[in-house]
């Protein structure tokens, strides 16, 4: 970090993230975007979500509240490759044109005619999991704290690909959304931002998935939950808010769902988890939710507990036309992230 560096003065102009001028070298957290969404059905405008976020960042006042000496620390952002990119906005219109069909019906009478679209959206995605798991390996092989900035939900699932095969006992996942993400194969994608934990639980060293803030599911969802046999646990958004009402505390809850997670814990906050006025242009926004401060309470929770936070991600930040708000919020989640881990 430079020596004349002023964490008091505005971002100067070609800074790093929240304005920092250290080197990749010199940080201890990196963050990797992920510019991918591929198959969102609703709003789409995630892949341009790192940038929103980076360019909130330049507004954020380095003095965190609770962790104040956090830029001393060094935060820096990688780059997504290009090429990927291009790959992604190639496939973009390819994964619209299978979506409009399944809403139009033609996908279910005339099936073959996607079969080959299907196919090259999946490779698109395996090709960047592949780029993503190596990118965390490096950074990681390098002592640095690895966290994901996406992008839709589907991103993270090369870094629990890695994880698996790194972590040497099991590890819990405290998921804040709205949505469950428990579909299987959701439009006929393999790849979902709507599977993603469908799929993250085909990995046998992911112990626990606790679930926060839920208050959009389907059946299917509903009864994986129910035969998981307790392997996920879901802290519903109604029943905290009745909880609430009825004289329990947001640190009774939190104390619970700190004690359903094991000494290891991966971080994975969907921007929608919080409510809709804090992110109005996400991908699917649903009314309720957590309040800002009731997040980083949840998470300065966790890191008070003494568990082990082994890596994190925060998804689905949509840049909105004419408005920086939800760049803003995503910046400051991204902060406390960072400073808990």
Same mark, same amino acid.
């Given at each position: 970090?430079?020596?004349?560096?002023?964490?008091?003065?505005?971002?100067?102009?070609?800074?790093?993230?929240?304005?920092?001028?250290?080197?990749?070298?010199?940080?201890?957290?990196?963050?990797?975007?992920?510019?991918?969404?591929?198959?969102?059905?609703?709003?789409?405008?995630?892949?341009? =979500?790192?940038?929103?976020?980076?360019?909130?960042?330049?507004?954020?006042?380095?003095?965190?509240?609770?962790?104040?000496?956090?830029?001393?620390?060094?935060?820096?952002?990688?780059?997504?490759?290009?090429?990927?990119?291009?790959?992604?906005?190639?496939?973009?219109?390819?994964?619209?044109?299978?979506?409009?069909?399944?809403?139009?019906?033609?996908?279910?009478?005339?099936?073959?005619?996607?079969?080959?679209?299907?196919?090259?959206? !999946?490779?698109?995605?395996?090709?960047?999991? *592949?780029?993503?798991?190596?990118?965390?390996?490096?950074?990681?092989?390098?002592?640095?704290?690895? =966290?994901?900035?996406?992008?839709?939900?589907?991103?993270?699932?090369?870094?629990?690909?890695?994880?698996?095969?790194?972590?040497?006992?099991?590890?819990?996942?405290?998921?804040?959304? *709205?949505?469950?993400?428990?579909?299987?194969?959701?439009?006929?994608?393999?790849?979902?931002?709507?599977?993603?934990?469908?799929?993250?639980? &085909?990995?046998?060293?992911?112990?626990?998935?606790?679930?926060?803030?839920?208050?959009?599911?389907?059946?299917?969802?509903?009864?994986?939950?129910?035969?998981?046999? =307790?392997?996920?646990?879901?802290?519903?958004?109604?029943?905290?808010?009745?909880?609430?009402?009825?004289?329990?505390?947001?640190?009774?809850?939190?104390? !619970?769902?700190?004690?359903?997670?094991? !000494?290891?814990?991966?971080?994975?906050?969907?921007?929608?988890?919080?409510?809709?006025?804090?992110?109005?242009?996400?991908?699917?926004?649903?009314?309720?939710?957590?309040?800002?401060?009731?997040?980083?309470?949840?998470?300065?929770?966790?890191?008070?507990? &003494?568990?082990?936070?082994?890596?994190?991600?925060?998804?689905?930040?949509?840049?909105?036309? =004419?408005?920086?708000?939800?760049?803003?919020?995503?910046?400051?989640?991204?902060?406390?992230?960072?400073?808990?881990?």
């Amino acid at each position: 970090m430079e020596k004349s560096f002023d964490p008091n003065a505005a971002a100067a102009l070609g800074s790093g993230i929240y304005g920092l001028p250290c080197t990749a070298e010199e940080a201890e957290i990196i963050i990797i975007p992920v510019e991918w969404e591929l198959t969102t059905s609703y709003n789409r405008g995630t892949v341009d =979500g790192p940038s929103a976020v980076f360019d909130g960042s330049m507004q954020v006042d380095l003095c965190h509240h609770d962790y104040p000496d956090l830029w001393q620390r060094g935060i820096w952002m990688d780059e997504f490759p290009k090429e990927l990119r291009k790959l992604h906005d190639k496939l973009s219109p390819v994964s619209e044109e299978i979506i409009e069909a399944i809403e139009s019906g033609d996908a279910d009478e005339f099936p073959w005619k996607y079969e080959a679209k299907y196919k090259a959206i !999946e490779d698109g995605f395996e090709k960047m999991f *592949a780029w993503l798991r190596e990118r965390i390996e490096f950074w990681k092989k390098q002592g640095k704290k690895v =966290g994901l900035l996406g992008g839709d939900h589907s991103t993270p699932l090369p870094y629990h690909q890695y994880l698996n095969n790194i972590v040497g006992v099991g590890y819990g996942i405290l998921h804040i959304d *709205a949505h469950s993400d428990l579909r299987e194969r959701f439009e006929g994608f393999e790849y979902s931002h709507a599977s993603i934990f469908y799929n993250v639980l &085909k990995l046998e060293k992911v112990e626990k998935l606790v679930q926060v803030a839920i208050r959009d599911y389907c059946h299917q969802e509903k009864q994986l939950i129910k035969n998981s046999n =307790g392997r996920v646990k879901v802290f519903y958004d109604r029943d905290n808010r009745r909880r609430m009402y009825e004289g329990a505390t947001w640190k009774q809850i939190c104390d !619970e769902i700190v004690k359903e997670l094991p !000494e290891k814990v991966y971080i994975s906050v969907d921007i929608d988890g919080l409510d809709p006025k804090l992110c109005p242009n996400t991908g699917t926004p649903v009314p309720g939710g957590m309040e800002y401060e009731e997040l980083m309470y949840l998470l300065n929770r966790i890191k008070e507990s &003494k568990k082990e936070i082994i890596g994190f991600d925060l998804c689905e930040v949509s840049p909105g036309e =004419g408005t920086e708000w939800d760049g803003n919020v995503g910046a400051r989640v991204l902060y406390h992230l960072c400073g808990i881990i």
